[in-house]
């Protein structure tokens, strides 16, 4: 009886780690795309228009926050790449909790550094849409829709990429506990 229990025991947890590593890799494949899709989206978005025989033009790079927005994109693709790449190494050996732990410490950063950077790009990205009277700021979407689409085409796929290193920090703080 007490056998019987045990090896159901083994095959629950040998369940429940297979969950574990299915979600691992599904959110870290996920996190990657979206980062490197946000990052690619916002290094694209440029546009000019003419108003009364000037030109004007709009890039990411113009803007500080957008370019810390667009490499904070690409530095959490590539390093989280890396940790999909290290997961699938450690699926043969064994994932324990203090690996798990290394896993949650990357994740964390990797969400942090996200985090900041669409936090970043979503304020400018509201004063480009708004503007602000109070200090004279021009609103400049309604001359650069093109532009502006990208960038919230792009800040949209980075939320996205944000709450998948979240998904994965919490379930990298669970497995690290066990």
């Known amino acids: 009886m ?4 045990a090896v159901d025991g ?3 947890c040998s369940k429940t780690d297979k969950i574990v590593f299915a ?5 870290r494949i996920a996190a990657t795309g979206t980062a490197l899709a946000a990052a690619c989206v916002i290094f694209n978005a440029k546009q000019t228009v003419d108003v009364m025989g000037m030109s004007f033009d709009a890039k990411y790079s113009y803007s500080p926050a957008f370019k810390f927005f667009a490499f904070a994109n690409a530095i ?3 390093f989280t790449s890396l940790s999909l790449v290290i997961v ?5 050996h064994g994932l324990n909790a203090s690996i798990y732990f290394m896993f949650f410490l990357h994740d964390l950063v990797m969400m942090s550094l996200v985090l900041s950077g669409v936090v970043a790009g979503t304020a400018i990205g509201a004063v480009g849409r708004d503007g602000n009277s109070k200090t ?8 650069f829709e093109k532009y502006c689409n990208r960038v919230t085409t792009s800040l949209i796929l980075s939320y996205v990429a944000m709450i998948c290193l979240l998904v ?3 379930t990298s703080a669970a497995k690290s506990r066990n």
Not at 136 to 143: E, H, T, Y
């Open 76 to 78: 959490a693709c590539g």
């Open 2 to 5: 007490e056998t019987a229990k």
């Open 88 to 92: 699938m190494f450690f699926s043969r």
């Open 168 to 170: 994965l920090t919490i």
């Open 10 to 12: 083994e095959n629950q």
């Open 23 to 27: 979600v691992q890799i599904f959110f």
């Open 136 to 143: 004279g700021w021009l609103k400049i979407c309604n001359r």
